[in-house]
């Protein structure tokens, strides 16, 4: 069966400092990947999605970045965080025929201080 | 562009009542439409789901859902609800052919109380 890991649960941040939050799928090749970001009340906003090893889109400008450098493994990363990157970041992954269900990991919390 | 509204941000229901939660969709074409909860500080899990076919959807956890084209709804219903249902319920539209993004609703939160 398709599993998905992201790491860390729970992470601190100074502002201005690096991020790199990770996600892995097994059980599957070649998934649809994606990175939302959850804020109170504002349901799950789509930063990034990937359909290809390499492939990244993005939907929202901002100061993070997203990498797929395998093809089961997406990172969200940030040069520089910002206060406002606080929220609770969800990565999620689909079949890459037609437009399937997306299944979630279990988040990272970031604080940012 | 597609869109979806869940009207209800937060509803409380005693346990052992019956459930409705709204979710009306904006798409051009057939939905594809999902419910998914979400229990504190997790991620989200699938409920149910539709493409096509029989409009009254069943799902995990003694879930169904209607999908009413003439009134684009999508309405998550349960006869009886249980103390565990306490969670956060979203509703998703995305279309069909080819990779397509999936729209979220802003959530309706439920207490169960006893």
């Known amino acids: 069966s398709q599993t998905i890991h992201q790491w860390p649960a729970t992470l601190v941040q100074p502002v201005g400092s690096p991020l790199s939050l990770e996600c892995t799928v097994e059980?599957?090749?070649?998934?649809?990947l994606y990175w939302y970001r959850q804020a109170a009340g504002r349901g799950l906003q789509l930063l990034f999605y990937?359909?290809?090893?390499?492939?990244i889109s993005s939907e929202v400008p901002q100061n993070l970045s997203a990498s797929r450098p395998q093809d089961r493994q997406f990172i969200l990363s940030s040069k520089k965080l910002l206060l406002s990157d606080s929220g609770f970041y969800l990565c999620?992954?689909?079949?890459?025929?037609?437009?399937?269900?997306?299944?979630f990991g279990d988040g990272t919390r970031l604080s940012i201080l | 562009a597609q869109s979806v509204t869940q009207p209800d941000i937060h509803i409380t229901v005693s346990e052992g009542a019956s459930l409705e939660l709204r979710c009306n969709y904006s798409?051009?074409?057939?939905?594809?439409l999902f419910w998914y909860v979400q229990s504190p500080g997790q991620g989200l899990q699938l409920l149910l789901k539709?493409?096509?076919?029989?409009?009254l959807v069943q799902g995990i956890k003694g879930f169904e859902a209607e999908f009413k084209r003439s009134q684009s709804s999508f309405n998550l219903r349960k006869p009886s609800v249980h103390w565990s249902d306490a969670a956060e319920y979203f509703c998703?539209?995305?279309?069909?052919?080819?990779?397509?993004?999936?729209?979220f609703g802003t959530g309706t939160k439920l207490q169960v109380i006893p």
């Open positions: 998703a539209v995305g279309g069909s052919g080819g990779y397509q993004k999936v729209t």
């Open positions: 539709y493409f096509s076919g029989d409009t």
């Open positions: 999620a992954w689909s079949v890459e025929v037609g437009n399937q269900p997306q299944h």
């Open positions: 059980g599957t090749s070649n998934p649809n």
């Open positions: 798409y051009g074409a057939t939905p594809y």
């Open positions: 990937s359909v290809g090893i390499g492939q």
